[in-house]
Nanobody
Framework: QVQLVESGGGLVQPGGSLRLSCAASGFTFSTSAMTWYRQAPGKERELVAVITGIGGTTNYADSVKGRFTISRDNAKATVYLQMNSLKFEDTAVYYC?????????WGQGTQVTVSS
């Protein structure tokens, strides 16, 4: 079955950096587009970044462009989210996600807290 396991969240000061990882299994990772979402308290879940399987084309939410970088290692079946210049408003639970066979699968999420 599809499994997505996120890691790397934590507490960081404004301007700091974190790198999130998502280890995937149960499907053909190399050809699958992978997506990072986030959900802040009291807000809707929003798309942060996506990377295609073939070619590795990336796309980002306007709020994170120039600060976040999504990447993947197909040999490790892992997708990453490098987050730099973090802001208070980046505080959220971050989820890794994949759409397979008409179903969207989610990881358990990892908490990112930006606080001074």
């Amino acid at each position: 079955q599809v499994q997505l396991v996120e890691s790397g969240g934590g507490l960081v000061q404004p301007g700091g950096s974190l790198r999130l990882s998502c280890a995937a299994s149960g499907f053909t990772f190399s050809t699958s587009a992978m997506t990072w979402y986030r959900q802040a308290p009291g807000k809707e879940r929003e798309l942060v970044a996506v990377i295609t399987g073939i070619g590795g084309t990336t796309n980002y939410a306007d709020s994170v462009k120039g600060r976040f970088t999504i990447s993947r290692d197909n040999a490790k079946a892992t997708v990453y989210l490098q987050m730099n210049s973090l802001k208070f408003e980046d505080t959220a639970v971050y989820y890794c996600s994949v759409l397979r066979w008409g179903t969207r699968y989610w990881g358990q999420g990892t908490q990112v807290t930006v606080s001074s």
